[in-house]
């Protein structure tokens, strides 16, 4: 999907599909969930906390957020450039609840997962 539209044709004032279409792709969670510390994060810190993301979809998933106004970017006038995120209030607002799914996903993965196992032996036993 391109990130930029969030509009769904049909329900193009429907809020769920409008919110979740930016956030709940990939990336999005979890940058967020690695930028809830106190202080701010430098791009290539992270690149390493994240290591199986490109650059070039750090870069996306960020501008994204910052759109969103869920991330805050600060570029300083440096040689070698620095540039710092962290997240802005309205991100911390989500937090509780991305942290109420994560638990979620810790509570039930071993089950989901058998449940896939379990799937998979199935259809191949077919």
């Not at 967020?32 to 993301?53: A, S, V």
């Not at 991330?71 to 942290?99: F, G, K, Q």
């Not at 089950?111 to 077919?126: C, M, V």
């Amino acid at each position: 999907m391109d990130r930029k539209t969030i509009l769904d044709t049909t329900y193009p004032t429907c809020p769920i599909r409008n919110i979740l279409a930016r956030i709940g792709d990939k990336w999005s969670m979890l940058v967020i969930y690695t930028l809830d510390r106190p202080e701010p994060i430098r791009f290539g810190e992270l690149l390493r906390e994240l290591p199986d993301i490109s650059q070039k979809m750090l870069t996306v998933t960020l501008r994204t957020l910052e759109e969103d106004d869920l991330v805050e970017r600060t570029a300083y006038p440096e040689i070698p450039p620095r540039v710092e995120y962290r997240l802005t209030d309205r991100a911390r607002t989500l937090l509780p609840h991305l942290n109420s799914l994560i638990g979620w996903a810790v509570e039930n993965s071993d089950a989901i997962l058998a449940s896939r196992t379990a799937r998979t032996q199935r259809a191949s036993a077919r």
